[in-house]
């Protein structure tokens, strides 16, 4: 499993930006540089994130041992929160299979993951390490209202690291297109969109902004979850193959710079089945828009340490936030509750 992880996060950090090896206190502070990060004994010390990229299938069982494998190999290397991408749980072949599939919140599959990230990871863990948190980035979940609509919600859930479910999004941008080359997408088929946006969590790595795959076309959304307070926004995407390279990376990079979070997006990849493959290419993005982690095409994990100083400091430099004018095209990002 070793094997599948992409680039070290340390050595992909000083192939990108060799002045990151530069000690913080060699930063000149009348001039300080703009990522100004140093790859020192202090970075340890900083929380460590991981990014699970899978190619989910038909096969819930088996996909489950395939995000269970990564998730374990991303506790052994230390991180406390571990991301996979939308449909972790199963990519089926149609809408009906899609229903047939999906299970409530307090299901056979919820509970699984509630034992992965909970005993059975905590017993390898070294004495006083943070547990693991999991974002399962977009379970498709019967809900309350099941009987009367048929359909599911796209539902990202956050469990912390006793297993518990601390959080839920469903998401509210419902992915209804036809894009030439890419087969069409009609989520609104099978799946309701979520009522309404879900306040940042708190986590070892920060305040966690949820979000879902498509919901990164729309800036609104995360503006109003930086201005609740988020630190990382997350989009755990099942990404098209031909909407992905052209706008996969600038998306993610643009909610990183406009909003001045980090960016987690854990991404599909791979053929699913006959009908479907995804982008993959899930990727890390620090508030100045570096990527600073990322997998290729094929299943894997990529890690990063956020640093939630070097985020302040950036907002203090650059501060966007403070430069707002809702005077002239009203306030997009007002209070989610
Ligand atoms: O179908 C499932 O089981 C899970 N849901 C998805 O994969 C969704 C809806 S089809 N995919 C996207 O939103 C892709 C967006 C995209 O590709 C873009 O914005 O360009």
Redesign the pocket.
């Known amino acids: 499993m070793l094997g599948f992880i992409t680039r070290p996060p340390h050595r992909f950090l000083s192939l990108l930006c060799p002045e990151l090896r530069i000690p913080r206190l060699s930063v000149p502070c009348a001039q300080p540089r703009p990522r100004a990060m140093a790859i020192s004994s202090s970075s340890c010390k900083l929380p460590l994130v991981a990014v699970c990229q899978v190619t989910s299938t038909p096969d819930k069982q088996q996909n489950f041992k395939t995000c269970a494998e990564l998730v374990r190999e991303a506790a052994r290397l230390g991180a406390c929160l571990a991301f996979l991408p ?2 972790f749980d ?3 072949r149609d809408p009906a299979e ?1 229903l047939r599939l999906s299970e409530p919140l307090g299901g056979r599959l919820l509970e699984e993951y509630t034992r992965l990230a909970s005993k059975e990871l905590s017993v390898s863990l070294p004495p006083r390490e943070c547990g693991l948190w999991l974002s399962l980035g ?1 379970f ?1 979940e019967r809900g309350q209202d099941w009987e009367q609509t048929q359909k599911i919600y ?1 539902c990202h859930v956050l469990l912390n690291s006793k297993g518990a479910v601390v959080a839920t999004y469903r ?1 509210t941008h ?2 209804d ?1 036809e ?1 030439p080359g ?1 087969g069409p ?3 609104s088929n ?2 309701m969109p979520g009522p309404s946006l879900e306040s940042p969590v708190s986590t070892p790595a920060g305040k966690v902004g949820l979000a ?3 919901d ?2 729309f800036p609104e959304l995360s503006l109003a979850l930086a201005q609740a307070g988020a630190e990382i926004l997350t989009y755990p ?4 193959s031909v ?2 390279p052209a ?1 996969w990376e600038v998306l993610l990079r643009a909610r990183a710079i406009e909003t001045q979070c980090y960016v987690v997006a854990a991404a ?1 990849c791979g053929r699913h089945h006959e009908k479907r493959a ?2 993959g290419h899930s990727m890390v993005v620090d508030p100045w828009g570096t990527v600073v982690a990322r997998c290729s095409e094929g299943p894997g994990l990529c890690l990063a340490r956020i640093d939630l100083s070097y985020l302040r400091q950036l907002r203090q430099h650059l501060p966007v936030f403070q430069h707002r004018r809702p005077d002239l095209y009203g306030n997009l990002g007002h209070p989610l509750s």
């Open positions: 939308e449909a199963f990519i089926a899609t977009g498709h796209n998401k419902l992915c297109v894009i890419q997408m009609c989520e099978s799946t879902v795959c498509y990164m076309r995407s099942a990404f098209g909407t992905g706008h599909q995804s982008y």
